[in-house]
């Protein structure tokens, strides 16, 4: 993504949600040492998996389960948003990439990551103690940032988990994006959650 594309984006969630940019770029900062190398992926190894593929995108919503049962998940490369990794595994499905800040069930995704699953790890201002604790164990780690991208830290755009998965399969030239666990209207979910959906739901539009 190109940042200067995304960044006024950016900046109206900032806005809307009161974060602090600066925290944002921190959070990034303590990712990036974070990443020593050994414990890294290159970003060819998601154009390997994605360029040219359909690709299923799986986010966390209620529904999850049931359209899982109505795709053909093995015709496609899954990637999973967060706390939607527990459901694939509990199948006994391995993301070919979870997309996560860390703030799921991340000992599943430790699991998947183990397995094989490359980890789109996000850093943001409200993530930093889950970074510092969650990082050093996972392998094959592409860090991203909502902020300003630098070194080995990307930006593909997007916000929530879930609509970052997508932006993420089109940076890489997925061939389709189905998505199978995203409702926008749901109406059990926190009053910060269903603002975050709402975000999701505007981005996901625009792309
Ligand atoms: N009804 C829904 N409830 C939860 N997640 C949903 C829903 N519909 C779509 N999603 C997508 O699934 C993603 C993963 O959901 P999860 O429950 O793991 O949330 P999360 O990790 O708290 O998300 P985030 O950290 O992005 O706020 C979300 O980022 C969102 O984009
Ligand atoms: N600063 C900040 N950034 C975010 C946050 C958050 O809570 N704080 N949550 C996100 C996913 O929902 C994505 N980005
Ligand atoms: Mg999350």
């Known amino acids: 993504m190109d940042f200067k594309k995304?960044?006024?984006?950016?900046?109206?969630?900032?806005?809307?949600?009161?974060?602090?940019r600066e925290d944002d770029q921190n959070a990034a900062t303590i990712l990036s040492h974070l990443l020593i190398g050994p414990n890294t992926a290159s970003t060819d190894v998601l154009e390997e998996l994605i360029s040219g593929k359909d690709?299923?995108?799986?986010?966390?919503?209620?529904?999850?389960?049931?359209?899982?049962?109505?795709?053909?998940i093995e015709d496609h490369?899954?990637?999973?948003?967060?706390g939607a990794t527990a459901t694939l595994v509990d199948r006994g499905i391995?993301?070919?990439?979870?997309?996560?800040?860390?703030?799921?069930d991340v000992e599943k995704e430790i699991q998947a990551n183990k397995e094989g699953s490359i980890a789109v790890i996000h850093a943001h201002?409200?993530?930093?103690?889950?970074?510092?604790?969650?990082?050093?164990?996972?392998?094959?780690?592409?860090g991203?940032?909502?902020?300003?991208?630098?070194?080995?830290i990307y930006?593909?755009?997007g916000f929530t988990d879930g609509d970052r998965c997508v932006f993420l399969a089109g940076e890489f030239?997925?061939?389709?994006?189905?998505?199978a666990g995203f409702d926008f209207d749901d109406e059990n979910v926190t009053e910060m959650k269903y603002k975050k959906l709402g975000w999701a739901k505007k981005l996901l539009g625009v792309l």
Request: proline share 6%; charged share 15%; net charge negative.
């Open 6 to 20: 995304w960044e006024p984006v950016y900046e109206a969630i900032l806005e809307d949600f009161g974060f602090s």
């Open 125 to 142: 201002g409200d993530n930093i103690e889950l970074i510092l604790k969650y990082a050093p164990r996972f392998k094959n780690i592409i």
């Open 173 to 179: 030239n997925a061939a389709s994006i189905t998505l």
């Open 55 to 72: 690709v299923l995108v799986c986010g966390n919503a209620p529904t999850l389960a049931q359209e899982l049962d109505q795709v053909k």
């Open 77 to 82: 490369v899954v990637i999973t948003a967060d």
């Open 94 to 104: 391995i993301p070919a990439v979870i997309v996560t800040d860390l703030d799921g």
């Open 144 to 152: 991203t940032t909502q902020a300003a991208p630098f070194g080995n």
């Open 155 to 157: 930006n593909f755009g």
